[in-house]
């Protein structure tokens, strides 16, 4: 059965005006500095709000083990440093 109803570009433009998608929300894992969605584990360490979820190293050999954790290491040192400063140590700098 043919459709009958008349459409227009304008019409067509206004429908696909809904069809464009949207970006990812994304957040930074607090641990280790690493883009996260919200509200699940951080892949790259195995924590969630502060704890540790799952056991990162668990699958990796000896050697790999070694430089997972020194990488994680160094994670979160950077972490660490790019923290912004609260009120305290802005008024002391
Ligand atoms: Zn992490």
Known sequence: MT?????????????RSHHGLKAEGLSLCPHCA??????????????????????????LNKKEKKLKQKELQAQEAEAQSNKPLDAEALSKK
Do not use: A, E
Request: proline share 3%; net charge positive; with cysteine.
């Open 34 to 59: 690493t883009t996260i969605r919200p509200h699940t584990i951080c892949q790259n360490c195995g924590k969630y709000q502060g704890r540790q979820v799952i056991d990162v190293l668990k699958k």
């Open 3 to 15: 459709v009958r109803m008349r459409h227009t570009r304008s019409h067509t433009g206004n429908r």
